[in-house]
Every structure is written in structure tokens, then in C-alpha cells.
């Protein structure tokens, strides 16, 4: 996204939230017209969001949701407080943050979103290119080390894992801020000796760099800084492992810091149409599954588990209707 596209999402040109057929419901024989936030290009935002924008407008009458291509969680949870979005992908720990006006929120207060559901777990991805002297998550210091784009929630826990671990980011690093797909260019013209990202499995633009000849790169273990993540940052941070095999090369289980990924809606949406929007993921995921397999995660037992917000009550019903009762908030 450029920075006009971005300036035009952030307002230029948008209504007010009264107004906004998302929130009132569309009028009989109107197309309510939708958005829906991801992420950058090369990450599984990007691309999962966009089979969830497809799915909806193909399975909700009246409907047409576009994806949009944003910086990340840190923006797509002040793109719906604002109502310049309808729905957002974005990891917990920001998704809290932005809830309790914390953190990069605070000048903004309380933000008011509400979850739709859990979508599937983060894996942060500490790439780091071999040959650099690189063996430990500690030998990154001194290093070219990407730590994730401004407005990204990958750049909000990079910045904690480091912390976690006792590296000061500008101090220790020679600090990039930039996104995915940038770090892995940069990484494979040299210009970097590491980067850090938060997604799914398997992570694209990871998938093209051990596919990419005269590249060979490692995956850094960094579990050891979980525990002072949890005590400083909250219970939103938890151990994953990243299987050996998911990449080429990759042949040792990795631990890394895992969170969850929600989607998100402002809490004035009308609850008709965000119940509709749940359904229509919640019973066609055979058709997200061919997107990324990440899909294959998302259900309704594991929807209402591990959101740290109030869910919208459009969301409820449909919940309650499978038997089911959220845990969010």
C-alpha cells in the first residue's frame, strides 16, 4: 500500500460511522459494502484475509467485502476503533493493548472493538541469514537485524522478545524497520543479517527464501524469553514449536513465542451482519483450507477460546446456537 491508498483508509473520503451500512444493516435490495484488514504483502494475513473477504461476499447476501492491505495489527485495530474499517485481523496482545489504551494507544483511549472470533496462532520467525555468525538468539547483537514495519504487531514483539532477552533494539542493533517481504529482499541482497516476523505456518516469504539458490538461512529458538514476556506483557504470550521439515532446511523443532490472531469488528456493527459473517466462515472453511492451510485451525470450539476482549453479540448468537459459551474478555 502506498501512502496515498493509506491516507485514503485512514479517512480521506469515508463516511462517519453513523452512516455506515455495516453498522445500521443493508436496506432491502442495497449491497452493504465491506472492508475487511490484513496484513502486508508476505505474511498470512495478507492472504487468509483475503479467501475470508471472498467467502463472506460469496455466502452473505447483499454483501461484498473487500480486503485491504494495511502495515499490520497495530493500524487495523485503530482503522476499526475509527470506523474506517469494518473487520480486522489482528494479534491478541495488540488487540489488548488497543482495547485498554495501552501501549501505542494510549494517546488514542480505549478502543472500541470488539472479537468475532479466534482465527489460529502466531509463530514469531527469527530468520537469520547463515554465514553471519549467527548460532544463538544472544548473537544477534551487533547485528543488521530487521524487527518488523511501524503499525505492525510483529514490531511490538519483537521489541518485547528483545527486551525479554536484555538486547536494547537501537543500542545493541543496527535496527530496520521494515515488513516482510522487504526483509527478505534486503536479507538476500545482504543488507541484513536477521529480521523478525509474526504468522502462521508455513510463512511465505520464508517459503521462497530456503527455495531461493545461494540463500541458506536458520530459524533462532527463543522460548528461554517467554516466561519474562508473560510477567511484564500478560498471559497472552505462550510457547509454540515450529515443526522440523516446515521449511527446507529447517531440521530441528524450533520453540518460539506464540500468540493468538483474531478478527476484530468495531462494537457498534449491527449484530445481524456480524452474525452472518461469522456463519458464513464458521461453515465454508473447506474453502479458506485451499487459501493457506492455516484455515484448517479455525472452528467453532477453537473461535471462542484465547481472545483477551469482550466478544460482539452477533457473535454470541451464533455461538450459543452450536452449544457453545465464548471466553473472551
Same mark, same amino acid.
Do not use: W
Given at each position: +500500500? $502506498?501512502?496515498?491508498?493509506?491516507?485514503?483508509? /485512514? %479517512? @480521506?473520503?469515508?463516511?462517519?460511522?453513523?452512516?455506515?451500512?455495516?453498522?445500521s444493516g443493508p436496506a432491502l435490495g442495497q449491497i452493504n459494502r465491506m472492508t475487511?484488514?490484513? %496484513?502486508?504483502?508476505?505474511?498470512?494475513?495478507?492472504?487468509? %484475509? %483475503?479467501? *475470508?473477504?471472498?467467502?463472506?461476499s460469496k455466502n452473505v447476501p447483499q454483501t461484498e467485502v473487500t480486503s485491504e492491505l494495511t502495515q499490520g495489527s497495530v493500524d487495523n485495530?485503530?482503522?476499526?476503533? /475509527?470506523?474506517?474499517?469494518?473487520?480486522? *485481523?489482528? /494479534?491478541?496482545? @495488540?488487540?489488548?493493548?488497543?482495547? /485498554?489504551?495501552?501501549?501505542?494507544?494510549?494517546? *488514542?483511549?480505549?478502543?472500541?472493538?470488539?472479537?468475532?472470533?479466534? @482465527?489460529?496462532?502466531?509463530?514469531?520467525?527469527?530468520?537469520?541469514?547463515?554465514?553471519?555468525?549467527?548460532?544463538?538468539?544472544?548473537?544477534?547483537?551487533?547485528?543488521?537485524?530487521?524487527?518488523?514495519?511501524?503499525?505492525?504487531?510483529?514490531?511490538?514483539?519483537?521489541?518485547?522478545l528483545l527486551e525479554a532477552h536484555g538486547i536494547h533494539p537501537d543500542k545493541d542493533l543496527k535496527r530496520e524497520r521494515i515488513g516482510p517481504t522487504e526483509s527478505a529482499g534486503?536479507?538476500?541482497?545482504r543488507k541484513i543479517d536477521a529480521f523478525f516476523w509474526m504468522a502462521?505456518?508455513? +510463512?511465505?516469504?520464508? +517459503? $521462497?527464501?530456503?527455495?531461493?539458490?545461494? @540463500?541458506?538461512?536458520?530459524?533462532l529458538p527463543h522460548d528461554k524469553g517467554i516466561p519474562? +514476556?508473560?510477567q511484564k506483557f500478560g498471559p497472552h504470550y505462550f510457547q509454540l514449536t515450529i515443526p522440523k521439515g516446515t521449511y527446507k532446511g529447517i531440521d530441528t523443532d524450533v520453540p518460539v513465542v506464540g500468540v493468538s490472531n483474531l478478527l476484530i469488528c468495531n462494537q457498534k456493527m449491527d449484530e445481524k451482519v456480524v452474525y452472518s459473517v461469522v456463519k458464513a466462515i464458521m461453515e465454508n472453511t473447506k474453502d479458506l483450507v485451499i487459501v493457506h492451510k492455516e484455515a484448517e485451525k479455525i472452528s467453532p470450539p477453537s473461535a471462542v477460546v484465547g481472545s483477551p476482549l469482550p466478544y460482539h453479540p452477533g457473535a454470541i448468537k451464533y455461538y450459543q446456537e452450536k452449544g457453545l459459551k465464548v471466553q473472551g474478555g
Open positions: +500500500m $502506498d501512502r496515498r491508498q493509506f491516507l485514503k483508509l /485512514m %479517512g @480521506i473520503g469515508t463516511g462517519s460511522l453513523l452512516f455506515h451500512p455495516a453498522f475487511l484488514a490484513t %496484513g502486508p504483502v508476505g505474511g498470512v494475513y495478507y492472504v487468509l %484475509g %483475503g479467501g *475470508m473477504a471472498n467467502v463472506i485495530c485503530r482503522l476499526v476503533h /475509527m470506523g474506517k474499517t469494518d473487520m480486522a *485481523m489482528t /494479534m491478541a496482545d @495488540i488487540a489488548y493493548d488497543a482495547f /485498554m489504551g495501552a501501549g501505542r494507544f494510549k494517546e *488514542m483511549g480505549k478502543a472500541q472493538i470488539q472479537t468475532l472470533f479466534v @482465527i489460529y496462532n502466531n509463530f514469531l520467525h527469527t530468520v537469520a541469514a547463515e554465514g553471519k555468525g549467527i548460532q544463538t538468539f544472544f548473537d544477534l547483537k551487533g547485528k543488521r537485524v530487521a524487527t518488523g514495519s511501524p503499525g505492525s504487531g510483529s514490531e511490538v514483539i519483537s521489541m518485547r534486503a536479507l538476500k541482497d502462521g505456518l508455513p +510463512m511465505p516469504i520464508v +517459503m $521462497d527464501l530456503v527455495h531461493t539458490p545461494g @540463500i541458506s538461512v536458520r530459524l519474562n +514476556m508473560r
